[in-house]
């Protein structure tokens, strides 16, 4: 199916509790990435589904990222300066502050004015926008995910397998509470 990672789970209830078990494993080796549990009330079915899902979500991503870092490390642009930009902003990000985040957009805004069709910085300005939103850090919380979600899509349309843009995309649009797409964008990581 071109797949690069399959999310397998499986779940149990007794009497008002319920366990889901969930393990990501890499497609084309089989090793497993990650596994956990979580052990859950059955008291609002649809709430659980949310928490559950933004749960592993966000479990994932740290587990994906690093994956991804290696590959992206694969796919240069032909600028090398962009390449440099983005490469240094990616570390700015996992620095995780409100000032990085911000400095860390200012190299991938700079690597686009060398190379506007330079997908991987389009899909991390979108990874920091969900930072910024996520966080409450962004100065207008709707216009930095409406920004966000024109940068994944610009980075998709660029690279459709870019991993950073649809985790973006998925994340964004869980933020702007459109839940059911947000599922199914994140669905196409799997």
Not at 13 to 18: H, I, T
Not at 30 to 41: I, S
Not at 57 to 80: D, I, M, N, W, Y
């Amino acid at each position: 199916m071109g797949v690069r990672y399959v999310l397998e789970g499986s779940v149990r209830r007794a009497s008002d509790r319920v366990r889901v078990s969930a393990k990501l494993i890499e497609a084309a080796s089989g090793a497993h990435v990650w596994a956990d549990r979580f052990d859950r009330d059955l008291e609002d079915i649809f709430e659980l589904q949310d928490d559950i899902t933004q749960t592993i979500a966000a479990t994932l991503e740290p587990e994906l990222a690093a994956s991804e870092r290696q590959r992206v490390g694969r796919k240069p642009t032909s600028e090398r300066e962009a390449w440099e930009l983005v490469l240094n902003g990616v570390a700015m990000v996992h620095q995780s502050s409100r000032e990085s985040l911000q400095a860390a957009s200012d190299l991938f805004k700079r690597a686009l004015t060398l190379d506007p069709n330079f997908g991987r910085a389009h899909a991390y300005l979108a990874h920091v926008a969900n930072r910024l939103a996520f966080l409450g850090w962004a100065v207008n919380r709707e216009e930095t995910i409406r920004h966000g979600i024109k940068h994944a899509g610009t980075a998709i349309s660029i690279d459709p397998n870019d991993y950073v843009a649809h985790a973006s995309l998925g994340y964004l649009l869980l933020l702007q509470g459109n839940h059911k797409a947000a599922i199914e964008e994140l669905e196409t990581l799997m």
